[in-house]
């Protein structure tokens, strides 16, 4: 079993910054693959980023947001800059096994952290 506790969230203007944490524990060896999803009200849960040997984006926040991993702490980090309204929403930290490099279906799941973006 792989525990994931996510922190960070929070309520911020839009063109402000957060940054995300999550922090994994146990058998980790399990999930070399980490990231973020999120799910805004009323839609579906979407990929947002992983990191495994490589990152990887959803295209909507390519370029604003960057992932990145502290092996040591194995503890994963998501910096969100330009936070957009459209950004609201849960983001739930997640692990697993790649797909082609890209976590593509959790085995594992954290608690998730409310974002909100408003003016």
């Known amino acids: 079993q792989v525990k994931l506790v996510g922190s960070g969230g929070g309520k911020v203007q839009p063109g402000d910054s957060l940054r995300l944490s999550c922090a994994a524990s146990g058998r980790t060896f399990t999930a070399p693959a980490m990231g973020w999803f999120r799910q805004a009200p009323g839609k579906e849960r979407e990929f947002v980023a992983s990191?495994?040997?490589?990152?990887h984006y959803a295209d909507s926040v390519k370029g604003r947001f960057t992932i990145s991993k502290d092996n040591e702490k194995n503890t994963i980090y998501l910096q969100m800059d330009s936070l957009k309204p459209e950004d609201t929403a849960v983001y739930y930290c997640a692990a697993g096994t790649p797909v082609q490099g890209i976590l593509m279906r959790p085995s594992y799941w954290g608690q998730g952290t409310q974002v909100t973006v408003s003016s």
């Open positions: 990191i495994a040997w490589g990152a």
